[in-house]
């Protein structure tokens, strides 16, 4: 006790805690209680990360160099393209930080902190040293503390010190020398949380000032990549990979064939600008952040963006079945005596457990404490608690120690009927003490077996008399009396089934994983439509080699009696079969599966372990509100898919339009002005993909990210392009005489704009056809995201968003009007014949109908 008042006076703190002021003030000299967590980066930042991108990089510098050599008109196009590109990206991302920050505050963690004597819940953020904090199982540890009070305290340590196995603290002193400061029994640690027990501490660190902190700073802002991550970064490096094979082949044909080195730069160049996918990142967070504020309109609020294709992705999710499956609300249906007659004795000595516990009450406890009838003609005063012994999941029970109003000291314990059992070796019946004789014994386990297949969930209860000592243990709990049980209802929900289906229908299997016993669980599930014939209990998944579990799984819905370590194992066991795995949670034994699932989903009023281990989290515990934010997760996805089969499938049909036409003509097929003008006008085409519709068809199964169908896609239909790239230059070749360099302008206007050209590419041949390459090529481009976007007939079956109609529109109507503009001289553009546009018309007819055969093609093969 003295090393305990030294280390509160050395703090300047009291077991009456601090203050509001002190506590205060002590927040703004140490600064809130957060770790190496994402920071929210200042506009300034942000800014530098736009203007940082590569391709603004290399596009400055092509602009630095056109204004030097003397080409303003490319020069200002560039920057143009920079400017927009940079406020773009810096608007877009910017919205999405807010969003996602908005987000984010909607989920707090809070600790139980004794100020001014009295204790309250406070956010985490905004504990000081020398706060003292109540601990109970489930919380989290909230900064580095040292116990001054501890009870039958568990702490897991695994995200410090990697051990799977909970490690006991005390608060007695710890005087040991030359031990890390990890083994000490009295100090706690941030990161780590309270499996059972309950203990007072105060915090002698905060923040980046624990031992947490100093080991998390220098990881700050680091994610685990996600699927999603690897294959954007997969895509990225295949558009690099084109871009490092064409852009050196374009500029040596060109050089080589044309013998104008500098025009053959600015035009490699320009392809490589062309070929580079640099909406790709605001896409991408657009897209995220309006799945995450859309989820949050269905109740599902996003932790960590990037879990969201992963959410789409996951086909198979593992849930407890309280509150998931049943109405989360427990009724106390029967109160009886070993054989089943209704017992008041039962039920005073259950309110006096559920009432005097100090750890966190689940929902038995407070079905109990409802329980009206008994509270109001129990005299609570006149009742003592002595001492507990808090419930743990290896013992699977709890006990309090009262004195009853006679004076007379007593131990009541409740817990697991199978428990509660072993440490029994008499009953009480009808007032009379009876051994607990094997042949009585199975009677009993049959009563619990009666109950629990009609659905109810037991408990059982018993007593010890006791000797006049205050203090207690697990040993203590023996030689009990078993007087009877509690019979507890949590009917299912009227909506489970439907969900249930829905999930099926959407192929999402749902597995139970539960420490409930297996009668209880089979009537629940059967209730529900989940198969439950067969239940694989945690005894045989301890006995389960990896390759056995792993097969077990497979053939399995519903697995029940498991350790936090048995739904674990089982959510690994999954992934090893290539699924993309799903955890429910909201309690302490669930805090492992979480971390380990692909997407970790907990509820709002969750402990905080569970709540903190999540990627996302449910307003309402309810699998209608789940199976809503998986298609939305799908939607994002799908709208990423979007941008990245057209980038990738026209880039791949460039590479041979370019090669081919550089080869071909005596010209360079485009100016490099003309190449950034296409690809800028494309980009805007496809800023408002992240609006667009997704038809159900699209959300109807997981959609993981498969770069092998991406890559199908792009051998088959970006070829396509080159198609009608190739008969566009067959036209401007032969029918429009492209290929003759003395082609007469057709306007005196004209034929003064080309008089005496400096070389093939100022002439009126070569503007012409560089003309009628870029509508055609603009339109195609802009025109096909409809075909790509949807597997059924674009148009008739389904339609884009406006915001992508009106801005293809748009795009299209701009790309029409340049040649007949005041631009076009600035351009190298030139007014187009009218028999060209009956032409295009049909070349975009032809285009969407055999992108569109292809496309159906491919889905019937199931490739993509």
């Not at 077996?449 to 109810?456: A, I, Q, R, T």
């Not at 290539?578 to 979480?594: E, S």
């Not at 299209?812 to 028999?835: C, H, K, N, R």
Request: hydrophobic residues 45%; contains cysteine; neutral net charge.
């Amino acid at each position: 006790m003295q090393e305990t008042a030294a280390v509160l006076q050395e703090l300047g703190t009291s077991v009456a805690g601090l203050s509001e002021a002190e506590a205060a003030l002590r927040l703004e000299q140490c600064g809130p209680n957060e770790v190496a967590v994402e920071k929210k980066h200042e506009w300034l930042y942000r800014f530098y990360i736009a203007v940082r991108n590569p391709l603004v990089i290399l596009l400055t510098i092509l602009a630095v160099l056109s204004y030097a050599t003397g080409d303003f008109r490319a020069g200002t196009v560039m920057m143009i393209m920079v400017i927009l590109g940079v406020s773009l990206r810096f608007i877009q991302e910017t919205k999405a930080d807010n969003a996602a920050a908005k987000l984010k505050a909607m989920i707090k963690v809070t600790a139980t902190v004794v100020r001014d004597g009295q204790p309250r819940e406070v956010p985490l953020q905004q504990l000081v040293p020398g706060d003292v904090v109540k601990l109970s199982a489930g919380d989290m540890i909230p900064g580095d503390v040292r116990l001054i009070a501890a009870k039958d305290l568990f702490i897991i340590q695994a995200t410090l010190t990697g051990e799977s196995l909970p490690v006991e603290k005390t608060d007695a002193c710890d005087s040991r020398a030359n031990v890390s400061s990890l083994e000490h029994t009295n100090i706690c640690f941030l990161g780590t949380s309270v499996e059972s027990g309950s203990a007072t501490a105060v915090i002698i660190a905060t923040g980046t000032q624990t031992y947490f902190g100093k080991m998390a700073s220098s990881l700050a802002g680091q994610q685990v990549e996600t699927a999603f991550d690897k294959g954007v970064k997969k895509f990225v490096w295949l558009m690099l990979t084109f871009m490092l094979v064409m852009v050196p082949m374009v500029f040596l044909i060109n050089g080589l064939l044309k013998h104008n080195w500098k025009d053959a730069f600015f035009f490699a160049m320009a392809v490589a600008v062309g070929l580079t996918p640099e909406m790709l990142p605001m896409i991408v967070s657009v897209c995220l952040s309006k799945g995450a504020i859309a989820m949050s309109k269905k109740k599902v609020i996003v932790k960590k963006l990037n879990s969201i294709q992963n959410f789409g992705a996951m086909d198979v999710l593992c849930t407890d079945k309280t509150g998931t499956l049943t109405i989360d609300r427990v009724i106390l249906e029967i109160h009886c005596d070993v054989f089943k007659n209704e017992s008041e004795t039962v039920l005073r000595d259950a309110y006096l457990i559920s009432h005097f516990q100090t750890g966190l009450k689940n929902l038995l406890d407070r079905a109990v404490l409802r329980y009206k009838e008994l509270h109001k003609e129990m005299a609570l005063d006149k009742y003592k608690m002595v001492d507990e012994i808090p419930f743990d999941f290896s013992r699977r029970m709890m006990s309090v120690a009262v004195e009853r109003p006679d004076g007379e000291r007593e131990l009541l314990t409740k817990g697991a009927p199978e428990a509660v059992f072993a440490k029994c070796t008499r009953f009480e019946s009808e007032g009379e003490i009876f051994p607990m004789e094997p042949i009585l014994a199975g009677d009993l386990v049959q009563q619990v077996d009666e109950l629990s297949e009609d659905g109810f969930r037991v408990l059982a209860v018993a007593t010890k008399k006791l000797g006049r000592q205050t203090t207690f243990s697990k040993a203590d709990e023996c030689d009990l009396v078993l007087t009877g049980y509690l019979a507890f209802l949590d009917p299912p929900k009227d909506t489970a089934s439907k969900a249930i289906t829905a999930l099926r229908q959407n192929g999402v299997t749902v597995k139970v994983l539960t420490g409930d016993n297996d009668l209880v669980t089979r009537k629940v599930c059967s209730e529900v439509g989940i198969q439950a014939e067969k239940i694989v209990l945690g005894s045989q998944v301890e006995s389960f080699s990896d390759e056995q579990l792993a097969e077990a799984v497979e053939t399995t819905d519903v697995f029940a009696r498991l350790s936090p370590a048995h739904k674990k194992r089982v959510v690994q066991a999954l992934q090893r079969k290539k699924h993309v795995v799903g955890f429910m949670g909201d309690g302490i034994n669930d805090a492992p599966a979480l971390r380990a699932a692909d997407v970790g989903i907990s509820v709002d009023n969750a402990v905080d372990i569970a709540k903190e281990s999540a990627d996302m989290i449910l307003l309402e515990k309810n699998l209608m509100v789940l199976e809503e934010g998986v298609l939305e997760g799908r939607k994002v996805f799908v709208n990423i898919l979007k941008y990245i089969r057209m980038g990738a499938s026209s880039n791949f049909g460039n590479m041979f339009s370019v090669l081919g036409a550089s080869a071909w003509l005596q010209y360079l097929p485009m100016q490099p002005i003309q190449v950034l003008t296409n690809n800028l006008l494309y980009d805007f085409s496809q800023v408002p993909i992240p609006t667009d519709n997704v038809g159900p068809q699209q959300t109807a199964k997981p959609r993981p990210w498969a770069m092998g169908e991406i890559a199908k896609f792009i051998m088959f239909i970006g070829p396509i392009s080159s198609i009608f790239d190739y008969t566009t230059y067959c036209l401007m070749w032969f029918f429009f005489k492209c290929s003759n360099l003395g082609l007469v302008p057709p306007t005196t206007e004209l034929a003064t704009r080309f008089a005496n050209p400096v070389d093939a590419d100022h002439t009126y041949a070569a503007a012409l056809f560089s003309t009628g390459w870029f509508v055609e090529s603009l339109m195609t481009q802009t025109l096909i995201v409809h075909v790509i976007r949807t597997n059924l007939i674009p148009f008739l079956q389904s339609r884009a968003s406006w915001q992508l109609t009106m801005t293809t529109i748009a795009i299209m109507g701009i790309g029409a009007w340049l040649p007949f503009s005041p631009l076009a001289q600035y351009l190298g553009f030139v007014p187009l014949p009218w028999e060209f546009w009956p032409y295009l018309a049909l070349t975009l007819v032809c285009y969407v109908g055999l992108t569109q055969v292809i496309k159906t093609w491919l889905i019937r093969k199931s490739w993509v």
